[in-house]
């Protein structure tokens, strides 16, 4: 019985600490998406109107990041021509800060050649 006991207490610990690693974001005291958005003076709706009217083409993508001391949006659009477009935004002004096509990795495919048996 107390084997089970402590499995219950071990797993409850558990769960009380991942918990409280995601409200405070992250062991390495990196802000949280809930501290970000708070923060964030420009909504995800205003960033995406902003990079349309920017880049021509469907937003696939936005993502609130912190980066050099810095709240942006970070937007992906799929251009009419295919390609992919990264639009940086200021989260505090709602400026575009740049526009850049994404650097895409190239994925090389290793097919397995298997001897051809003559019947």
């Known amino acids: 019985m107390s084997l089970g006991f402590s499995r219950i207490l071990t797993l409850s610990a558990v769960v009380l600490a ?7 974001g992250s062991a390495y005291g990196e802000p949280n998406k809930v501290e970000m958005a708070a923060a964030a003076k420009v909504s995800i709706d205003e960033a995406i109107k902003t990079a349309s009217e920017k880049v021509s083409g469907m937003v696939i993508e936005a993502e609130l990041k912190q980066k050099q001391d810095r709240l942006i949006w970070e937007l992906e659009v799929v251009t009419p021509e295919k390609a992919i477009m990264e639009v940086h935004i200021d989260a505090e002004t709602g400026s575009v800060i740049d526009v850049g096509e994404e650097k895409t990795r190239a994925k090389k495919v290793k097919r397995k050649e298997t001897p051809h048996k003559q019947p």
């Not at 991942?18 to 405070?24: A, L, P, S």
């Open 18 to 24: 991942t918990g409280t690693m995601t409200m405070t």
